[in-house]
């Protein structure tokens, strides 16, 4: 069964303190693994695709990375607007593109 | 970046009636849309896949004659919430696919009294 797990699902960090969101994905074949941000009260917002083992994308303090069993967004230096919850997906081969969500970590950036 | 837009944002009707929300992609078509649920510090709950000019398919559990779904064009979806209910208050939120990603609206408060 396609999986996707989010680790942590809190993490709180003091600004500038770099850290790491874990995405943990099991499928049967994987056309891409997509990272998301959203804030309360709104719909997510787009950050990054990754469709290959090895791919990093970057944008601003973000960077996510992918193996072929997970996917890490490193964070450098926060600032508290980095607060949000940030979830993952996965896209199946198979699939109407319907993706497969993580629960999500919710990230809160301390001044 | 793909813009989709989310009408109305906020909603509050009586126990009994109908609400209909729209979803637009602004600057790009999109074959592919899609509709969640999401309850309070939850993830997202897909509820249909709707695909321009034919039925939308339906998660199970997602009653179809409540959750009304038309996409009927490559830029406009639609979702009525039939004969609302107060379990029907939530945060609504469609997506729409440009082809593997999703571009997210920014949600629509429903709130039944």
């Known amino acids: 069964e396609d999986q996707v797990t989010q680790s942590p699902e809190a993490l709180r960090l003091q600004e500038g303190e770099s850290s790491s969101l874990n995405c943990s994905y099991t499928v049967s074949g994987l056309r891409g693994l997509f990272w998301y941000r959203q804030d309360p009260g709104k719909g997510p917002e787009f950050l990054f695709t990754l469709y290959s083992a090895g791919e990093e994308k970057e944008k601003e303090r973000l960077k996510a990375t992918l193996t072929k069993k997970e996917s890490f967004l490193h964070i450098t230096a926060p600032k508290p607007e980095d607060s949000a919850t940030y979830l993952c997906?996965?896209?199946?081969?198979?699939?109407?593109?319907?993706?497969?969500w993580g629960a999500g970590t919710k990230l809160i950036i301390k001044p | 970046g793909a813009v989709v837009s989310q009408h109305p944002s906020r909603v509050i009707c009586k126990s009994g009636t109908s609400v209909k929300i729209e979803c637009r992609s602004l600057d790009f078509q999109a074959t592919t849309m899609f509709w969640y649920r999401q309850f309070p510090k939850k993830s997202l709950m897909l509820m249909a896949t709707?695909?321009?000019?034919?039925?939308?398919?339906?998660e199970q559990g997602v009653e179809k004659d409540k959750f009304l779904i038309n996409h009927a064009s490559l830029t406009l979806s639609t979702l009525t919430v039939t004969s609302a209910h107060p379990e029907d208050s939530s945060f609504y939120i469609c997506?729409?696919?440009?082809?593997?990603?999703?571009?997210f609206g920014p949600g629509t408060r429903l709130t039944v009294t």
């Open positions: 997506s729409a696919s440009a082809p593997y990603e999703q571009y």
């Open positions: 709707s695909n321009e000019g034919s039925k939308a398919t339906y």
């Open positions: 997906a996965v896209l199946n081969l198979d699939s109407n593109y319907q993706l497969i």
